[in-house]
Structures are given as C-alpha cells and as structure tokens.
C-alpha cells in the first residue's frame, strides 16, 4: 500500500499565535489533493525560543478552545488526510510541548514530548506516556518530538510496534541529526519522515532539511536548509514490512533475544505498549464500523457466509459454534436460522467470566438479560466443548496469522484454550490487518474468512 506524505517545513512567528494560524493556512492550501499525511513542525503554532515565562504562557493555547485546531480538523474532515502538527498546550494549568494526530474523526491522539530539549525544561512540563503509534488507511505510524530521537529506546519502542513510518516533528539545531537517523531507518527498516522548521530566533538557527527516509536510508525527498517549502514523498507499506535483507537475514527473527533478553521491566512495558496498541486498533475499527450502511453489512456479511458454507469443514460438521451477531460484526442471525434446521448450532453463553455454550432452538429462547446485551440461548449447556466439529467465531480484527483482536475481557481466548477444534474466524475486509498484537493469553485461529 503506498501513502503519499507531505511535509510543510515553514518558519513560525514567536508568540504570535493569529499569525501562525493564518501562515499554516496559507500552507494548507498549497497541498495536493492526492496527499494521505501532513506534517509540521514541532511547536507550529507559537515558534520555539520563549523569552520568559509570560511569553510561553501567552504562546500556549488548551486544545479544546484552538481555532487553529478547529482550522486542522475541518481540513482533515473536507481532504480525507491526517496531519500530524508539534505545539505549545496548555492543560489544567500546566504546559506541554506537544504532538497532535488529527484525521477526519479529530483530535484522535495527543502526545506530550517526553524528553524536554535545553531550555524547553524551563517551560514545559515533561509528558508521563511513551510515543504513540496509530493505524491511518491500513498504515501503522509512530509519532516522536524532536529531542525523542537521541534515545535508542525510542526507537525500539516503534519497531516492537510494528511501524511502516515515524513522523518526527522538530525544531532541531543540533548539528547532523539528520544524517544520524537515517542509522535507525536502516536498522528498524522503516520509514522516517521529519518535518523540521527554518529561521531564526535570538541566538538559535533551525536546520531545516526536511526529509523522507526510506527503510534502506535512501533519501526520497528532502528540503533546503534555510527555505520555507512543502515537499511530497511516497512510502510503500509492502516494502516496509519486508525484513528479508537478503536470503540469510531477516530484520527481525535475527535479534538474538536469547543473549540480549528483557528486563522484568522492560517486559513491563512491552506489555503496556501491547495493550495500548490493541485500544488504538480497536478505535480504527469502531471509525470504519460507523460508515457501513445496513445495506452493504448485510451483502458483505452474506459474501463472507457463501465462502463459509461452501467449505468441506463445514459442509461436514455436525455440531457447530456459531455467535448471535452484534451491529458491528458479521451479521449471522439468518445463518444461524438455516442451519439450525439440519446442524446442531451452539451459542456462547456468558457465566461469569467464562463461556458455556447452549444449543439455538429458536429466536424464542434467545434472551439478552446480561451486561452486554448479547442473545443467548436458554437451553441446556453443552458439557464437553470438544464435542463441537466446528468453532466460529467474530473479532474486532485479525490478521493473517490467525491473529484474533477480541473486546478486552478474553472470553473467547479461556474458551479456545479448553478446545482443540479447528477454529474460523469471520469479519469484514477493514478488519484484517497487517498484524494484531498478541500477549501470551491470546489464541490463534485455524484460518480467517472475510468477503475480500
């Protein structure tokens, strides 16, 4: 999948946020319609070298009353794209240099710069949450601040999370910063774009030199050093998450965790990382669930079940788990009909933290009267799950690994631990995805069937 990236390398006015608003504008509408992503720089909205305290206080704006931002979310709404813009916040009564992730739907992510730069500490209080990574139009994108960049665990943080590209938005002047990235480009194979700002201000120069660098370190776009302009390059996921370097070495399966393992604490955060992921990936797929009309659910659904019934597992099954469809999953209540006329169809019943499974008769002996509304059947319990030929079951997403994103309680994966039935999951095309994460409780699936 290729994505187009414009970066908008520009020269903001200290501390006059009504001239910056009308600058970015400005900028704004100079961009093609063909792009994906836009990227500014870091602290956009105010310019960077505050005088004193009043000055940085004045420069700050809460998100929530911005007009720039309001400017941002209507232009992501109006051109389908996401941008990417560093600046000054103002929350609660303290300030952060911050990054926001805007796309159609809003301000979806606000990352606080975790690492303050020189006199930036004077300023800025010091974010408490590690760089966000995001899905946008099947892309996994990690968001990074500037002075992030100097610490090797930022950068591990993006490829155990599976990044195509890292948007780094800057105001560096520290010299060769955009020669030394490329290293991580190159090791991490992925994608960097950074977005860094030009001009003066008191005794500081930016180094402009916007950039596009691909996980090769090739260079694909790059800016001058001291211009205002906006540069456009593409990125290729396909080529992103190929980490064959050649017939002997792989990107990744190389690294020897064998001798160089975890920490406890590391391990810990891994597995914040994990979870977090798995929120944003849910989020992504509750957006696209909001813009399916009942209409193309129902044919897409019908798509997915035509493949199901035509197979030999399931031509052959006898006694099959099948789910009472939510409104943002496949939808299966005239399926389940059908077939309970010649197979014996189950469905989940929740007790307490674990599914048992009740034979379906009819709509009659459904009945939803548990925390989540779902129908269940009020018929006698199957006591032995491994009686089942066929398990079948919805998602929040999956990936071609039989990787499987459930809701967050783990009822299906304590089920699937207990069964050694050849297990199918079922879902739209938007939600199968380049690769789920995955903690030691979650289950594989035997296969996954979409309409695609």
């Given amino acids: 999948m290729k994505l187009d990236i414009a970066l908008i390398q520009c020269e903001p006015t200290l501390g006059d946020l009504d001239a910056n608003r009308e600058k970015i504008s400005t900028w704004l509408d100079k961009i093609p319609d063909h792009v994906d992503i836009i990227l500014l720089p870091e602290l956009a909205n105010s310019g960077y070298h505050f005088i004193d305290e009043k000055q940085a206080e004045r420069s700050s704006e809460e998100i929530s009353q911005s007009g720039l931002v309001n400017d941002l979310k209507a232009y992501a709404q109006s051109n389908d794209v996401a941008i990417a813009i560093g600046l000054a916040e103002q929350k609660d009564g303290i300030r952060y240099n911050s990054a926001l992730w805007i796309t159609p739907q809003g301000v979806e992510v606000t990352y606080r710069k975790a690492h303050l730069f020189a006199r930036e500490n004077l300023f800025f209080n010091a974010g408490k949450e590690a760089c966000p990574i995001v899905t946008w139009k099947g892309a996994r994108i990690g968001l990074m601040i500037c002075y992030d960049w100097t610490f090797p665990e930022v950068w591990q943080w993006m490829a155990q999370g599976q990044v195509d590209l890292v948007c780094h938005l800057c105001n560096l002047v520290m010299p060769h910063a955009q020669q030394m990235v490329k290293t991580y480009a190159f090791s991490n194979h992925f994608y960097i774009a950074q977005s860094n700002r030009v001009g003066t201000e008191r005794d500081l120069t930016f180094t402009g030199a916007s950039s596009i660098i691909a996980p090769d370190a090739e260079v694909l776009v790059h800016a001058s050093k001291t211009e205002e302009e906006i540069i456009i390059g593409t990125i290729d996921t396909d080529y992103s998450r190929d980490k064959q370097l050649n017939p002997y070495n792989h990107k990744t399966r190389d690294t020897r965790r064998d001798i160089y393992p975890r920490s406890y604490k590391e391990d810990k955060v891994n597995l914040e990382m994990l979870r977090q992921e798995k929120r944003q990936l849910r989020k992504?797929?509750?957006?696209?669930?909001?813009?399916?009309?009942?209409?193309?659910?129902?044919?897409?659904?019908?798509a997915v079940l035509d493949k199901l019934e035509s197979m030999k597992e399931f031509i052959d099954a006898k006694k099959v788990l099948l789910y009472w469809s939510l409104k943002d999953e496949v939808y299966t209540h005239d399926f389940v009909r059908k077939y309970a006329k010649t197979k014996d169809i189950y469905l989940p019943v929740m007790k307490g933290a674990e599914l048992d499974l009740a034979k379906y008769t009819s709509d009659e002996n459904l009945d939803n009267d548990n925390p989540f509304g779902i129908f269940e059947p009020s018929n006698e319990i199957l006591l032995d799950n491994n009686e089942l030929d066929l398990i079948i079951i919805p998602g929040v997403a999956?990936?071609?690994?039989?990787?499987?994103?459930?809701?967050?309680?783990?009822f299906y994966d304590r089920l699937l631990q207990q069964c050694n039935t050849k297990t199918i999951g079922i879902g739209l095309d938007f939600q199968l995805v380049w690769s789920i994460p995955k903690e030691k409780h979650d289950q594989l699936l035997s296969m996954i069937i979409t309409n695609a």
């Fill in 284 to 302: 992504y797929i509750k957006q696209n669930w909001a813009n399916i009309p009942p209409k193309e659910l129902h044919d897409k659904s019908k």
């Fill in 398 to 410: 999956f990936d071609r690994q039989g990787g499987r994103l459930g809701r967050g309680k783990g």
